[in-house]
């Protein structure tokens, strides 16, 4: 009885040491989680917090007199005028005729640094749609310069950063906003323009541009050279030391560094077959042979998950090994296939490393038209800015990085609409 009593005490006390344990185990996970989300949210917190700026710009109003004498021309039509016409001189006139006190080359030369560098170039743009204007005087908006925007926007939240001002400037900035002529609007730029070295003219649509026909390349190449080689391992390839080493190697290829496809890229499809830089054609090929071990992983992956019963059905009923691929197993396994290319194409979204090594790192101003014309992407774009040594790149930096979580997120709530939606459980 005595033995009986302790061993039923012995177990109760490891079953409650066990007990315990698990306990703690489930507590060590509910803690990981909990400072894993912590953290992303810190992260989310810190890019909005400085990038959301980025999507409103100061701009001044002015009366704009579209003096035909003052910019040197006769005619919008004859564009050789238009290009030697004297732009910069309709803002530089609308500003002495605000600030009528100034004088003296050295405050003027501040007085003009008020508004963009390119504001010439926007009053152009805005004239040549607009004829009519021509001769006429109108009210309009225009670009503030990065220094302005960055102390405008700093004094609004009670902490103005003034150290690139000068007191005359402060001054002016002062009177404007007392009567009404300065603000903060949408920032079109960052969205509908290219890169600029200018902070308050530079836009991410070149840089979004580029992404997307690189992406697109990708996909056009990745997925049916992926599927086609998942099809061929799973389905017909003899199960031998060959095909073991293919798929030993497609498995390590998944592992290996991504600047290892850029150095690739950069001697085989640039220095051998002399690709141009800095183009969507080598930037799809890099990224294709990137992406290819995710997509033919995830692919023989959604493969064997159809049942063998279904081959053996439509075996039984006549159909030849082609058809039993092609009509039946391909169709059940496409949404994972799908699933599979998606993330792949998320994962190559977010890729610099082996992008600079083939020259897509480059200044590019021009928006791409095709996949030949030069580019850059968004990861790369992000990491120019970060580099640029402007305050007012800062919150630049941060909304590049919010666009570009967005299409991420965007991406893999695709994949996991598509896994939900289309699979089908056996």
Do not use: C
């Not at 183009?279 to 990137?290: C, D, E, S």
């Amino acid at each position: 009885m005595s033995n009986s009593m302790d061993n039923l005490q012995k177990i109760k006390s490891s079953l409650k040491r066990r007990s315990r344990s698990e306990s703690r185990f489930r507590w060590y996970g509910r803690v990981a989680i909990i400072l894993g989300l912590a953290a992303v949210l810190a992260l989310f917190v810190d890019i909005i917090s400085k990038g959301h700026g980025a999507f409103k710009a100061t701009y001044i109003e002015l009366d704009i007199h579209y003096d035909a004498d003052l910019l040197g021309i006769t005619s919008l039509v004859d564009k050789s005028q238009l290009m030697q016409a004297n732009w910069d001189a309709l803002p530089k006139s609308a500003l002495r005729a605000k600030f009528t006190e100034v004088s003296g080359r050295r405050d003027k030369r501040q007085l003009y640094k008020l508004l963009s560098n390119g504001t010439g170039f926007d009053l152009k743009e805005h004239l040549a749609a607009n004829p009519l204007l021509l001769g006429q005087t109108e009210t309009i908006w225009l670009l503030a310069d990065d220094d302005i925007d960055t102390y405008y926007k700093s004094w609004l939240d009670g902490e103005a950063y003034a150290a690139r001002m000068t007191k005359k400037q402060i001054q002016w900035i002062d009177q404007l906003h007392q009567e009404g002529q300065i603000r903060l609007q949408l920032n079109t730029n960052l969205l509908t323009r290219g890169d600029s070295r200018e902070p308050e003219q530079a836009g991410i649509y070149g840089a979004v541009m580029g992404s997307l026909l690189t992406l697109l390349l990708t996909l056009m190449l990745s997925f049916p050279i992926g599927v086609a080689a998942a099809i061929y391992l799973e389905e017909f390839a003899p199960k031998n030391k060959f095909t073991d080493f293919i798929e030993v190697n497609i498995n390590n290829l998944a592992a290996v560094p991504s600047i290892i496809f850029g150095l690739l890229g950069l001697a085989v499809f640039i220095n051998f077959f002399h690709v141009p830089r800095s183009v969507p054609i080598v930037g799809g090929l890099v990224l294709t042979l990137m992406t290819l071990p995710t997509i033919i992983i995830t692919s023989r992956a959604a493969i064997k998950s159809v049942p063998p019963s279904i081959r053996e059905a439509a075996l039984g009923m006549g159909a030849s090994k082609y058809q039993v691929v092609l009509h039946h197993v391909l169709p059940l396994a496409l949404p994972g296939m799908l699933t599979g290319a998606i993330i792949g194409m998320a994962q190559a979204l977010g890729e610099t490393a082996p992008l600079l090594m083939i020259g897509m790192v480059a200044f590019i101003v021009d928006i791409p038209q095709g996949f030949s014309d030069p580019a850059t992407v968004l990861p790369v774009q992000i990491f120019l800015w970060a580099d640029s040594p402007e305050r007012a790149f800062i919150e630049k930096t941060s909304a590049a990085i919010m666009v570009l979580l967005s299409f991420l997120l965007i991406m893999n709530i695709t994949a996991v609409w598509l896994r939900k939606r289309l699979e089908r459980r056996w």
